[in-house]
């Protein structure tokens, strides 16, 4: 957790979900441990950014969600276009 910080960009290793990081630290109400918050890019989360009705960081419903340190890579994952079309598939 020492190298993901709030507001870089991410990507979970399960699903390939792209987000930003909201928050990282521990959570009251999730298991013992380290947690990353991410905002999702899509609402394919599972939540709001709240856990036990308690609000850790903003974001739409089905934007948010939790998950291990170990199970998110930071670095260059920019927003995925899905109408953005590359040459070479014309």
Known sequence: SKAISVGQRCETVVGARRGEVM???RVKGLKWGF???????EPVGDNDGTVKEKKIF??????????RPKDLKVGDYPEIDEFDMDDDMI
């Open 58 to 67: 903003e974001c739409g419903n089905k934007f948010g969600m939790f998950v």
């Open 35 to 41: 947690w990353c918050g991410v905002k999702l890019d």
């Open 23 to 25: 928050y990282v630290g």
